[in-house]
């Protein structure tokens, strides 16, 4: 069926276009991802520009970030923009005009069902298709309406004692100006790619003068994630000859020997995940350098910790290194917002709508709110029972804890790199193929350990019961 909206229509000058597909032509990336790339690469520049052109001039400093971000919606995705710009000013006349007390269901509602609307316009359009299009920067977009309407809700409608340090912090006692809205919202750092952040963290980076000797310099850093960034992008194009999401499904890769598959998987996962890291380190140099993401003590922030994903002790270090924006968006306003008893299930029920509605990501978000669990029981349960007991016995030896990290480790990255793979494939068929890879087996074994541990822990309530009565009938009889 046709597309009504009509994606391919031409809005740049002739010369542009063929310019671009001749960079396609050479470095063997879409003209899609070469206007994203191209835009990573100027934004750096920019961003200096920011920080030591602009300095100490606040208002420049917010016009230039909107105007720049605008040029870039354009460049990349042409009338599109309007969706952004649209969804921005209704969430800015809502900042007005909704009721404040119920300002934080605006603003979790609205910028997450027109999201959805995009992604399912875009998956019935372009089913499994990786061209990249409005659904990108509007991802970015949504996390700001939603954290800027919760802010201004703390803010204006809870004492400060009811709020946690975190909101406290992030908390809005008035509407930004239109000015700094804009601003915000299109900043060229991060319009495309993220990652985003709250308001209140925007506005510390820009009302910084970087050229006062006192101030940090982003110099080193961007020098430094540039290079690493480099190092990713030269890491998938070479690797993604020999293993990538493509070649996983041919039949070579499907009639490997079972001893290989592990290792492929793996292999796949990693090639695949380096294009992230490629892109997000590019965003970083530009953020960093326009002078935004500043935690003190010399640290800036990043949007991914590759070798924390690649090396994890545990669960939590994949979570929590992965795309670090968007766990801040989550566990800001959904995790710490719902009752503890289902903030895990709600937070990954909320991601996954964040990213679309393919089968592979409802499934890589299933998978993984179990192993979350399973995760969270081995360290109450068996780490505490025996390696922690065992090293006491050992007169305080950690060879034991060590060899349990080192497997758990790999245990961890190789789950998240199996259901990875069926989280980038998105279609139900193509995740039976990776599952029927290696036979279910590493399904099987999540789904018995899960059953091992909820059984352990019915047995512990069952003992803790009868404790319980034992010792109120001995009190009983006393008492007689």
């Given at each position: 069926m046709e597309d009504p909206f009509n994606r391919d229509v031409k809005y740049l000058p002739e010369a542009v276009d063929t310019f671009l597909i001749e960079i396609s032509n050479t470095i063997g990336f879409p003209v899609d991802q070469v206007k994203s790339l191209l835009c990573l690469l100027v934004n750096i520049p920019l961003g200096f520009f920011v920080s030591f052109g602009l300095a100490s001039n606040y208002t420049a400093k917010h016009l230039f970030f909107a105007?720049?971000?605008?040029?870039?919606l354009f460049f990349c995705y042409g009338y599109h923009m309007y969706h952004p710009i649209g969804t921005a000013a209704i969430t800015y006349l809502a900042l007005y005009i909704f009721p404040r007390k119920k300002l934080h269901y605006f603003g979790m509602i609205f910028p997450v069902f027109?999201?959805?609307?995009?992604h399912i316009y875009r998956q019935y359009y372009d089913y499994g298709g990786f061209r990249m299009d409005i659904t990108s920067p509007q991802m970015v977009l949504t996390q700001k309406m939603c954290s800027i309407a919760f802010d201004l809700y703390d803010g204006t409608t809870k004492?400060?004692?009811?709020?946690t340090p975190t909101q406290k912090k992030l908390a809005l006692k008035k509407v930004p100006s239109l000015l700094h809205y804009i601003g915000y919202m299109f900043n060229f750092t991060t319009v495309t790619t993220g990652p985003s952040s709250s308001f209140k963290e925007y506005l510390a980076g820009v009302e910084t003068d970087y050229t006062k000797k006192d101030s940090p310099n982003p110099t080193m850093f961007v020098l430094k994630s540039f290079l690493f960034g480099l190092g990713w992008?030269?890491?998938?194009?070479?690797?993604?000859?020999?293993?990538?999401?493509?070649?996983?499904?041919?039949?070579?890769t499907q009639s490997m020997p079972l001893y290989l598959r592990p290792l492929i998987i793996h292999a796949t996962a990693v090639q695949i995940r380096s294009l992230y890291y490629f892109a997000w380190a590019l965003a970083d140099c530009s953020s960093v350098a326009a002078g935004l993401g500043y935690q003190g003590n010399g640290n800036w922030f990043v949007q991914v910790q590759p070798f924390s994903i690649e090396m994890p002790m545990n669960m939590r270090d994949i979570t929590s290194c992965w795309n670090r924006g968007t766990n801040n968006w989550l566990r800001r306003y959904a995790y710490e917002r719902v009752s503890p008893s289902y903030a895990q299930f709600y937070t990954f029920m909320l991601s996954a709508f964040w990213h679309g509605f393919y089968p592979g990501y409802y499934l890589f978000f299933f998978i993984a709110n179990f192993m979350n669990e399973i995760a969270r029981q081995c360290r109450r349960q068996f780490r505490a029972k025996y390696i922690d007991e065992t090293e006491k016995l050992l007169n305080g030896s950690r060879a034991l804890k060590v060899?349990?990290?080192?497997?758990?480790?790999?245990?961890?990255?190789?789950?998240?790199?199996?259901?990875g793979i069926v989280f980038s494939s998105f279609s139900l068929e193509k995740a039976l193929i990776v599952f029927k890879y290696v036979y279910f087996v590493p399904l099987i074994g999540e789904?018995?350990?899960f059953a091992y541990f909820k059984m352990g822990a019915k047995k512990n309530r069952k003992s803790k019961k009868g404790t319980s009565q034992e010792v109120g009938s001995s009190e009983t009889k006393k008492e007689k």
């Open positions: 105007l720049m971000g605008f040029a870039q027109y999201l959805s609307f995009l004492k400060e004692e009811d709020l992008g030269l890491f998938h194009t070479l690797v993604g000859q020999y293993v990538s999401k493509e070649l996983f499904f041919n039949e070579e060899l349990y990290d080192i497997v758990g480790g790999y245990i961890t990255v190789f789950m998240m790199s199996y259901i789904a018995l350990v």
